[in-house]
């Protein structure tokens, strides 16, 4: 039988919601949005609620399962099983589409109430993830922690197919496109494609003529902003690319990529007429036209 402050809460707690599936028998469910994994669960829960008389033994008996590592909660629409009987109904929104959690500055709804409070920070500006080893800060909990693989070094997502390794997993998914040579994203105004969505941009820019990136000491601009980077090291005079073999350093990637090769003695490219190779691209140009005989 249900106890007094378990009465009360669920009679208080604005968070109870149906869980109405063709499958399931309708029955009133309270539920808090959030997983709660950590030590501070009870606070979390009880900060979600927003009820400060969340009884504490309610608490822990819906946390139980936890502890124990049991997972009675089953999906009867696939093979997931949850711990907490509020982590079911979050999943079973993936199958019903049921979106209750609106944002109140646009149209946008969301499946859970994380979720929405993330989303709210694009419109607030809001971020709550401070970098304790620089000043960068994030909205989202976990664009901080792949930020700081970038202090620590931290490559833990390996491509199978070749030595490369990535801080973050969308990184390593674009680079394999190297590999399999998939290119999703499609010029809607040409039949170009690309393996990232960010050189498709790029790309369409050459449609519109538009050149966003400005330099500010010269009237030059530029499509890309890595390209604007790289012309403004004309005016600062800085090479941040410095030869492991000797003391040269060169101010863009591409100049101490070539440069490596008079030192391994790399020639990547290959002329398909004869046997013939060279260390740069012109080079393989100037020469292919002794075949074809232009000059």
Not at 80 to 92: E, P
Not at 110 to 120: A, D, I, Y
Request: aromatic share 6%; hydrophobic share 20%; charged share 25%.
């Amino acid at each position: 039988m249900m106890n007094r402050s378990s009465e009360a809460h669920d009679t208080h707690c604005s968070m109870a919601v149906k869980a109405d599936n063709d499958m399931m028998v309708k029955e009133e469910i309270e539920v808090h949005d959030e997983p709660v994994p950590s030590q501070d669960a009870e606070v979390s829960v009880k900060q979600e609620c927003g009820w400060d008389q969340c009884d504490t033994t309610y608490l822990s008996n819906s946390m139980t399962h936890i502890d124990i590592g049991e997972k009675p909660y089953q999906c009867n629409l696939c093979d997931k099983a949850f711990s907490q009987k509020w982590d079911l109904i979050n999943h079973q929104r993936t199958h019903s589409g049921d979106k209750p959690y609106q944002c109140n500055q646009c149209d946008k709804a969301f499946s859970q109430r994380t979720n929405l409070t993330t989303h709210q920070r694009t419109h607030t500006g809001d971020k709550p993830y401070q970098c304790n080893h620089c000043d960068k800060a994030f909205s989202r909990k976990d664009r901080l922690t792949i930020h700081q693989r970038t202090h620590s070094g931290e490559k833990r997502y390996q491509c199978n197919q070749c030595d490369k390794a990535f801080s973050e997993k969308s990184t390593l998914i674009s680079h394999q496109r190297i590999h399999n040579g998939e290119k999703p994203y499609q010029c809607n105004q040409c039949d170009k494609a690309f393996s990232q969505r960010s050189n498709l941009k790029s790309h369409q820019l050459t449609h519109t003529g538009d050149k966003p990136y400005q330099c500010n000491l010269c009237d030059k601009a530029f499509l890309q902003k890595r390209d604007l980077i790289n012309h403004q090291r004309t005016h600062s005079g800085e090479k941040p690319y410095q030869c492991n073999h000797c003391d040269k350093a060169f101010s863009q990637k591409c100049g101490l990529i070539m440069h490596r090769r008079t030192h391994t003695g790399d020639k990547p490219y290959q002329c398909n007429h004869c046997d013939k190779a060279f260390s740069q691209k012109i080079h393989l140009i100037n020469h292919q036209r002794t075949h074809s005989g232009k000059k």
